[in-house]
């Protein structure tokens, strides 16, 4: 089985800061890791992926994201938050060892970013 | 197209009634993926389609759901006997491969809302 977890409903943070939405998985093999954001009345866009190599891995909108394994986790952050990165995200994980079932997707419940000035 | 297109945006109907709900993917993509948002939690994965045939059904909640890809392009997603319970936003995605969704993820529609009442 495959699951994630995102601890919190809400970040908030002041333009110009750092932010950091946390995320963390479970799955038996190999974790092949996502982030998507979705704005109101749409879809949801992909952000950036780890399937393999560098634990850190960048992004869209200057997004980046680090993957550690010991402690499962794969948080999205960005150096500097903008007033229009307020969205909700959602980190979400495949297994990489399990073949077929087109790669299906397991999504955390979202966390709402909100930046202020 | 140019992106997922999902008809219609927001579709009301009765407890009891049967909807149908319309999935057009990006032109050449094989690869179509059903899942549904609830309030408050993330996308969970419904069906997946390879070309015309569905390689995995597994999330489907029971039988009074049913989606089909004739063509292997356009796909519907039905729904029989609605209950207050099925009310979501049922989001549609695709990827040129399933291979492909690993390593770049999908591209999702827009979605549809639906509200049985």
Not at chain 1, 48 to 76: C, M, P, R, W
Not at chain 1, 94 to 110: I, Q, S, V
Request: proline letters at 4%; one cysteine or more.
């Amino acid at each position: 089985a495959q699951s994630v977890a995102q601890p919190e409903d809400q970040v908030n943070v002041a333009e110009g800061n750092p932010l950091t939405v946390k995320c963390t998985y479970s799955v038996s093999g190999n974790p092949y890791l996502f982030w998507y954001v979705q704005y109101p009345n749409r879809g949801l866009q992909f952000l950036l992926k780890y399937i393999t190599g560098d634990n850190l891995v960048k992004g869209s909108y200057g997004f980046e994201a680090e993957f550690n394994k010991s402690q499962t986790s794969f948080h999205l952050k960005k150096p500097s938050a903008l007033v229009s990165d307020s969205a909700l995200y959602f980190c979400a994980v495949r297994d990489g060892e399990l073949t077929g079932g087109g790669n299906k997707l397991t999504f955390g419940t979202g966390t709402q970013l909100k930046v202020e000035l | 197209g140019a992106g997922v297109s999902q008809t219609p945006s927001n579709k009301v109907t009765e407890k009891g009634k049967y909807v149908e709900l319309r999935c057009d993917p990006i032109s050449g993509h094989t690869a179509l993926y059903w899942y549904r948002q609830s309030l408050g939690q993330g996308p969970e994965f419904l069906i997946y389609f390879q070309g015309t045939g569905a390689a995995d059904d597994s999330g489907l909640p029971n039988d009074r759901f049913f989606a089909v890809r004739p063509e292997g392009s356009v796909s519907t997603l039905k729904i029989q006997r609605t209950e207050r319970g099925d009310s979501a936003v049922y989001l549609c995605a695709s990827s040129l491969t399933a291979s492909r969704a690993s390593n770049y993820g999908y591209t999702f529609g827009s979605g549809t809302r639906l509200t049985v009442v």
